[in-house]
């Protein structure tokens, strides 16, 4: 499978199952559509100058014989095997604590609706978050590392139970033979020194949520009292980022219809000395005033295209910055299997509610129909995680024919139950937006491996 794609003044072909990727000039951008089965090269010709006229025979020759020379090598129409373990039923690798089921602000777009996914508020107690640790172990068989996030509502509202979890982990890792690897997503409100010095300790990835400029996070991002919040996160953030030194974290921010012009509020966070970031697009019903929908996605694209420019240019400024959908490794990155089931939610990946419910990811708390058990009763429905496990890019029909499938692994699953109704359908807004994505990043790591480029603020 063959994808071609013009960005930048060059010319890119991506072979879809190798990975490989290649820039090329107008004959060859032109000529490999007419290669994807075996054929002579007289033949080849007379259909292609039937066309294309412009060039010498000569060179068309000479592009002909290179092209079959990287196919001869599998660079080019190589195939790709369907790997049965991404079918495999497997063990549990990471839990989604959602130790809260509460929370202190009103985000207008919030999927858990205020923080308590449909159901009552409530914090969860240490019995359950006990259990789910427990559950992780037992059903993690060999695995060694594990990982546990830390979610809510705002998982700070129970932070007393975020570390007494870390302090149990910790404590009987040694005993079971694993390593616990600890992220928790924080949207700032309640963070003090305390909080701060705990999770620059002992969290290896912390996710701070920020919308961008101050007019726009605060359109959104507001208190029970219809108060903005960028005020006080901000220095809040500054504080934590100084302090965890090379430790990871994401500043996550979410764009909707409100503002398709993020690139602005991905540079003004860059601004404000914040190198790692990822702002996502909205995914919510189509009716709703900020609700993206089909007639933004050409805007949304041009805009990806806008701020893959902007990296690619700014290479002088030390004020470098990552944007987290662009990051794609063109020479490896994950295996093939990894590729091929993406997240692995319900398979390798669950979550856990305060009341001890255990769903499939996050997104999929407060669907009674995906409730795949409970840590306290040790009731669990393996159909359901035997079905998620047939998940993947073969078993999904939108995926099998598109060229960005090894980059998105398939997408979400629970996006593609709530708006498709089916978790073997790709959900349309997030496949267009994804393949633009895809492009601009292969774009950009191109040029850098070619330029080894720094990419930079202006």
């Known amino acids: 499978m063959i994808h071609k794609f013009r960005m930048n003044g060059c010319n890119f072909i991506l072979d879809v199952n190798s990975l490989c990727v290649h820039i090329v000039d107008d004959l060859a951008y032109d000529l490999v559509d007419y290669l994807s089965e075996d054929r ?27 092209i079959y020379e990287l196919k001869r090598f599998g660079k080019l129409f190589s195939e790709f095997s369907d ?8 063990p549990f690798k990471s839990m989604c604590l959602n130790v809260a089921h509460d929370c202190n602000l009103r985000c207008k777009y919030c999927f858990a609706s205020d923080g308590n996914f449909g159901e009552e508020k409530m914090l969860m107690p240490f019995e359950v978050a006990k259990a789910s640790i427990d559950f992780l172990i037992k059903n993690s ?59 620059n300790k002992e969290i290896s990835n912390v996710v ?50 409100k503002n398709l012009d993020f690139t602005n509020d991905i540079l003004h966070i860059a601004s404000l000395g ?18 993206i929908t089909s007639d933004d996605v050409e805007k949304i694209c041009k805009e990806y295209e806008k701020l893959a420019n902007i990296l690619l240019k700014a290479k002088n400024n030390k004020k470098i910055f990552t944007f987290f959908h662009f990051l794609v490794d063109i020479d490896a990155g994950p295996c093939a299997v990894k590729r091929m089931r993406g997240c692995g939610c319900g398979n390798e990946y669950f979550a856990v509610t305060p009341k001890g419910d255990i769903f499939p990811c996050h997104q999929f708390v407060g669907e009674s129909v995906w409730k795949m058990g409970n840590v306290i009763d040790g009731s669990f429905n393996r159909k359901i995680k ?73």
């Open 40 to 66: 002579n090269f007289l033949s080849v010709l007379e259909d292609f100058k039937k066309k294309k006229n412009v060039f010498d025979e000569f060179e068309i020759e000479e592009c002909f014989n290179e």
């Open 83 to 90: 790997f049965s373990d991404a079918n495999k039923v497997l």
């Open 141 to 199: 068989k060999n695995r060694y590392n594990l990982e546990v996030d830390f979610f809510g509502g705002e998982p700070l509202m129970n932070f007393e139970i975020v570390k007494k979890v870390v302090n149990y982990a910790r404590n009987i890792e040694e005993k079971y033979k694993k390593n616990f690897r600890f992220t928790i997503t924080t949207n700032g409100m309640l963070l003090d020194d305390e909080k701060i010095d705990f999770i």
């Open 208 to 257: 701070l949520s920020l919308d961008g400029r101050k007019f726009v996070n605060d359109n959104f991002r507001i208190t029970s009292l219809v108060k903005g919040t960028y005020d006080r996160i901000v220095p809040l953030y500054k504080k934590l980022v100084d302090k965890r030194k090379n430790k990871d974290y994401y500043i996550r921010g979410t764009f909707t219809k």
């Open 274 to 291: 914040f190198r790692n970031i990822s702002v996502e697009p909205v995914v919510s019903v189509g009716n709703l005033d900020y609700s």
């Open 386 to 458: 035997l079905m998620l496990s047939k998940v993947n890019i073969n078993t999904k029909e939108d995926c099998k024919n598109c060229f960005a499938k090894f980059y998105c692994s398939g997408g979400c699953a629970a996006n593609s139950w709530k708006y498709e109704g089916d978790i073997f359908k790709g959900h349309k807004i997030s496949c267009k937006l994804q393949k633009k994505r895809t492009e601009c990043a292969i774009m950009i790591q191109s040029f850098k491996k070619i330029k080894n480029s720094v990419f930079s603020l202006n």
